[in-house]
């Protein structure tokens, strides 16, 4: 229990406790003035009723103000309740924003390193071709070279064979 609670309930004790040995005094009746006008009654049964009356007053507004908190409390926790949700709801479309950003890069990216995959492919290809038609030149210029140099030697062969018959003869027997 909260000290209010146990004060008030201590308080309410006492004071009848001190109603209880002072019953005597208190039932004893006295002119009381209004006012206007005057009677005849105890005076410590009037004040007595005065503070029921007067404390059952302030535990009905006690209950009002307890009440008109809770329900306060109620709306202000409903509430935090939807803007938690709302923030939830908030950060999980960012996250999937962020998710599709992600498979969007990742998508550009796989494009884009196939695109020079496939241009680093047709680069090799052209170079190959190219390595391929020189090495072809070059073997055709070589061979030309070649069949150039054989004409040549034999065109030379001839024309010593020609001149010297004979040693050619005398070197073979």
Known sequence: MKIRTVILIVGSLLMAG??????????????????????????????????VVGLCFFLIAMLLFQTGHL??????????????????????????ELRQWLQTQQQTQLQREETDHQALWARIDALEQTVLTRLDESHNGLAAGIGEMEDRIERQVHVVQGQLPHARLTDQG
């Open 71 to 96: 329900i306060e409390m109620r709306q202000v926790t409903k509430d935090a309740k939807e803007q938690r949700a709302l923030a939830d709801r908030a950060e999980q479309s960012r996250f999937t």
């Open 18 to 51: 001190f109603a209880a040995l002072n019953q005597a005094e208190i039932m004893r009746t006295t002119t009381i003035h209004l006012g206007l006008t005057e009677i005849q009654a105890p005076l410590g049964l009037v004040l007595l009723g005065a503070l």
